[in-house]
């Protein structure tokens, strides 16, 4: 029962798979096309990428609770931050917003745990011999790639990592396409 909560929040948090692929593995037969029998191995097990997504959300929420209450955002309404000079306001903003990063990174990490404990989060195999398992499915956000970015051009790239496949692909937005194109011609 817990699995499902944790995987029902995580759909909230993320478009990681749609509803065909979640009927598919939930109803008979459990087998997305990906899980399928083959030829690389047996069904791979999600424990240990479970772990590494579990100790992601745990480092994260380590960050946030170090760094917040040296950061406060009640701080910005204080007029003692009004007197500050440009620079001070500039680099407590930036300091600010990488310290509330943390909470969405412990988050998202913690849905794609769910996902990955669930199955979901199988991506396939990889091309190496021997093929190993691919857990990027339910993969959000690539923590380290997006803090240390050196353009503001990578950034899509590494955020939000599984929205622009799901737009792409999701026949919910088909409605989306539509309404444009009537509205251009």
């Known amino acids: 029962m817990l699995l499902v909560f944790l995987h029902a929040f995580s759909t909230l948090k993320i478009p990681g798979c749609n509803f065909g692929d979640l009927s598919s593995y939930s109803c008979p037969p459990p087998l997305l096309k990906i899980w399928a029998h083959s030829d690389k191995g047996p069904s791979p097990s999600p424990y240990v990428a479970t772990l590494r997504a579990l100790v992601q959300a745990a480092f994260c929420m380590a960050m946030f609770l170090y760094l917040s209450p040296s950061r406060p955002l009640s701080w910005f309404t204080d007029p003692a931050y009004q007197e500050w000079g440009f620079w001070r306001k500039l680099s407590y903003q930036y300091m600010s917003g990488f310290t509330m990063r943390w909470k969405y990174y412990f988050i998202w990490s913690i849905s794609e745990a769910a996902m990955v404990i669930s ?40 955020l939000n990592i599984q929205v622009s496949p799901w737009l792409r692909h999701s026949r919910s937005t088909s409605w989306i396409s539509g309404a444009f194109e009537s509205n251009t011609s």
Not at 142 to 157: H, V, Y
């Open 119 to 158: 199955g979901l989060g199988f991506s396939g195999w990889t091309e190496s011999s021997p093929p190993k398992p691919k857990w990027d499915r339910a993969k959000v956000v690539d923590i380290l790639g997006f803090e240390l970015a050196k353009s503001s051009l990578l950034l899509p790239l590494v």
